[in-house]
């Protein structure tokens, strides 16, 4: 079973980088579509980014293109966020997840079996 644990979140400023990882225990990560989301109180788990097996096609919510770029290394079993011009409406709980299948616009949160235990990342403006 794999494990996922994301780290690198914290408080910034608008306009500020920040980056985030997520580690994968076990030696089944590079089967893992990958991808993250994000979640507010009181709101539903909203899809940001997934990126395949081979770490070639990537795909992102419209309110993040252009700003957020997935990538991973099966290597090192990580995946990581680099976000850029980070927004006051980007502050969330984000979380690393993981799924099985061959679809790779896949964006529902239930689709996903695995998830780690999530990072805060806070924007001030």
């Known amino acids: 079973q794999v494990q996922l644990a994301e780290s690198g979140g914290g408080l910034v400023q608008a306009g500020d980088s920040l980056r985030l990882s997520c580690t994968a225990s076990?030696?089944?990560?590079?089967?893992?579509?990958m991808g993250w989301f994000r979640q507010v109180p009181g709101k539903e788990r909203e899809f940001v980014a997934t990126i395949n097996r081979n770490g070639d096609i990537t795909y992102y919510a419209d309110s993040v293109k252009g700003r957020f770029a997935i990538s991973r290394d099966n290597a090192k079993n990580t995946v990581l966020l680099q976000m850029n011009s980070l927004k006051p409406e980007d502050t969330a709980v984000y979380y690393c997840a993981g799924r099985l299948g061959f679809d790779m616009q896949v964006t529902s949160a239930r689709a996903y079996e695995l998830w780690g235990q999530g990072t805060q990342v806070t924007v001030s403006s």
């Open positions: 076990g030696r089944l990560f590079s089967t893992y579509f």
